[in-house]
């Protein structure tokens, strides 16, 4: 399937991480997802229902790192698959970035990224 829908840079404020202090705090985080599906119906008839709405999907995401609460990033990347996936059947393939731009590590300068991919469960 080459069709991909893409959400890149979805800023939100979140209290992921292991430390106390960021269950605390909270910090910022950064998400791109592609999302594979076919879009050929969605393409020649000009129908929203024939493809996912990606300003609803993006809000589901949003919603997801603002709300829930996770120690590792990892965590949060399978929760916004999983949603995805359970809220938008036509959805086959996903990738999903989750960045960490201000990670407590002692590092000068660097961002912190976890990326997965995930193919729709099958029955």
């Known amino acids: 399937m080459t069709d991909r829908i893409f959400i890149n840079d979805l800023r939100f404020f979140g209290f992921h991480g292991v430390l106390p202090e960021e269950a605390v705090l909270g910090q910022r985080f950064r998400v791109d997802i592609t ?11 000009d129908d929203l229902t024939k493809t996912v709405h990606y300003g609803e ?27 995805v996936f359970e809220t ?5 393939r ?25 193919e729709r469960p099958r029955d």
Do not use: C, N
């Open 57 to 83: 999907m993006a809000v589901l995401i949003e919603e997801i790192g603002r709300t829930h609460r996770y120690k590792l990033i990892e965590a949060l990347a399978e929760a916004i698959a999983k949603a």
């Open 94 to 118: 996903l990738t999903v970035r989750v960045t960490k731009p201000e990670a407590p590590v002692p590092l000068a300068t660097g961002v912190i990224s976890i990326e997965i991919e995930r």
């Open 88 to 92: 938008y059947p036509p959805v086959e």
């Open 35 to 45: 999302a594979e599906l076919d879009l050929a119906e969605a393409g020649r008839t």
